[in-house]
């Protein structure tokens, strides 16, 4: 939402942009009072708000507006839809705009601009930030902050000939002054306002009703859908929106060859599997709802698409896959207000903004840690444990086996995070046999600590402590093995002795030339001990504070930096996709994903 255009001698000059994202609206619009400047709190607040956020960067392609109820986060969008044609039309706002309808509350429009390198401006340099306030006040519009508003007669009225020869004001005095400021401002800031994107507004209540003309509601939207799939000469490219709108009911289906179809009368959408032709309307409400949202946004492109509650008879995963959609498939920004915490997920294309209301007037806050997590759930009534648990547990005896599972898992799944898509929790080793991985209660229960409680979607990893191929595992392990194998879990029993044996000799070699002066080749079988090894390998030249046993978190990590996909062997991955297989299972994500 960057605008730049060359004006009022600041060169090429730009939004700030915590003041083009457009969810920071709901916080000023209307928020001043008859006769009044802003205040320098009012002005500390706003600046917090946005440094809160990362006010150096630009907002991301969606931001998702959550609260309570009555919090604001409709006003926020209305702002939004509202800020162009009011910043260009004071005239066009109707009493209900103002804020809680109060004639002295008067809207405003902040402007912060910053200077290009190669222009001028008198007492400022590049990347300077100069300030513009416009108050509507009783029909008309007025500078009630500008950046000329410091400047003395002579630099004003210099500057003023400079930037617009020609026009010189006819009065004297303090009447030519305000004339050269508004002029000079006008200049600088209407150009800035017309480059702004536009802003459509997609409401609550969504519908597919047959009509002439395509309203954002739904009426029409079939006889758009209809033109995509049969475009006039000039708008090929159109059929490219019908074959994502098909291609997401392909997804939401699991059909991967399903077709749609437009009705004669375009009075409906039409699904063919096979042989069978059905209307759109009888898989379901929620993907009927999707597609109608799919379509609106299709219908624009660059443009700010403000979506009011989508999660309206839209179960959590189809919400996530609409997010999915907007963000991979669309060319807009979205702010999209909502009440499900299915949404709460930030990431570097989306911001998750909390909205209060305190007082008379809604505060926005970003969300960045897990205490505005928690602040944020305890407003919408959700409990911590619906949403703050990794979607997947990998269960492991120990900081050194974490080390390895995660750089084998950003290997061969990148797109796999930590602390959200999964967590690789410790058990130690020793406790195993105070672990049960049974869903139900039994007479027994109360004597194990029940993993799946934490979180039904796990795996473990249990080093075998085989040192023959046939030695037999200890009595807990094959109790976890059977309690995994009657509730579906996957339990991963090490090939070898512990998970070290699935590392190649050469990685082990290539991290200790880096600890040990020494070229000794190392011999590291499936069930040899690690320590024992290396031992026998450097002998002189070994001492404890080479020892990997001793310090196994620190060697995992030395020894994790050298791995590559070359060094997974075939049972390795075997293992390895089938954690990855879970994750995604849990994540909802496609597992043709890498």
């Known amino acids: 939402m960057t605008a730049t255009v060359k004006s009022c001698g600041c060169g090429l000059m730009r939004w700030s942009r915590w003041v083009s994202s457009g969810w920071w609206l709901g916080r000023w619009w209307g928020d001043q009072r008859h006769g009044d400047a802003p205040g320098e709190d009012w002005h500390r607040q706003f600046s917090e708000y946005w440094r809160r956020a990362g006010h150096d960067r630009s907002p991301k392609k969606a931001t998702i507006v959550i609260g309570a109820n009555n919090s604001g986060k409709s006003n926020i969008l209305a702002a939004m839809t509202l800020f162009r044609d009011a910043a260009e039309y004071f005239h066009r706002l109707r009493d209900e705009d103002r804020h809680l309808r109060d004639e002295n509350a008067l809207p405003l429009i902040v402007a912060d601009l910053e200077i290009r390198p190669g222009s001028f401006f008198p007492d400022k340099s590049p990347g300077d930030i100069v ?134 009368d375009k009075s409906k959408i039409i699904v063919k599997r096979d042989q069978l032709r059905l209307p759109l309307s009888h898989y379901g409400t929620g993907i009927h709802q999707l597609i109608i949202l799919a379509i ?26 609409l997010l999915r959609f907007l963000l991979e498939k669309t060319s807009n920004k979205y702010i999209i207000s909502t009440h499900s915490h299915a949404l709460i997920e930030p990431n570097e294309d989306v911001d998750v903004v909390h909205v209060t209301l305190r007082g008379k007037v809604t505060i926005p806050r970003v969300i960045q840690t897990t205490k505005d997590t928690l602040n944020l759930l305890r407003d919408l009534g959700v409990r911590a444990s619906d949403i703050l648990q990794a979607n997947a547990a990998i269960w492991v005896e120990g900081p050194s086996d974490r080390v390895y599972l995660k750089r084998w898992l950003e290997i061969l799944a990148p797109a796999l995070l930590e602390n959200i898509h999964y967590s690789i929790m410790f058990y130690s080793g020793r406790l195993l046999s105070h672990l049960s991985l049974n869903r139900e209660d039994g007479p027994t229960s109360h004597d194990f600590i029940q993993l799946l409680r934490i979180n039904q979607h796990s795996a473990i990893v249990i080093d075998s402590d085989r040192r023959r191929p046939d030695d037999l595992l200890n009595e807990s392990k094959l109790r976890i093995q059977k309690e995994a194998g009657s509730e579906e879990i996957y339990c991963w029993v090490t090939d ?75 049972k390795l991955k075997e293992h390895l996709n089938a954690l990855i297989q879970l994750i995604r299972g849990a994540s909802e994500l496609n597992h043709d994903e890498p």
């Open 131 to 264: 300030r513009f306030i416009c108050v509507y006040d009783r029909g008309h519009s007025r500078w009630s902050n500008t950046p000329f508003d410091s400047m003395d007669r002579v630099k004003l009225r210099h500057y003023h000939q400079s930037e617009l020869p020609g026009r010189t004001a006819s009065q004297i005095g303090d009447d030519a002054l305000e004339i050269m400021k508004t002029e000079l401002s006008e200049r600088a800031f209407e150009p800035q306002i017309r480059s702004l994107p536009k802003a459509v507004f997609i409401p609550q209540h969504r519908q597919i009703e047959k009509a002439d003309k395509y309203e954002i509601q739904g009426a029409g939207i079939v006889a758009l859908l209809n033109s995509w799939q049969h475009p006039d000469i000039g708008h090929d490219k159109d059929s490219e929106k019908f074959q994502e709108v098909q291609n997401l009911l392909r997804g939401l289906l699991h059909l991967p060859t399903v077709e749609l179809e437009i009705a004669h």
């Open 496 to 570: 070898g002795r512990e998970i070290e044996n699935y590392l190649g000799p050469e990685v082990i070699e290539a991290a200790y030339r880096n600890i040990i002066d020494s070229s000794s080749p190392l011999s590291f079988g499936l069930y040899d001990s690690l320590e024992e090894k290396l031992k026998a390998t450097f002998q002189e030249s070994w001492a404890p504070k080479y020892s990997y046993d001793g310090h196994k978190p620190t060697r995992a990590r030395e020894i994790a930096t050298h791995l590559q996909e070359h060094h997974i062997g075939n």
């Open 296 to 321: 609106a946004v299709l219908a624009h492109s660059n443009t700010i698409v403000c979506i009011e509650e989508p999660e309206t008879n839209l179960h959590p995963a189809l919400q996530r896959e």
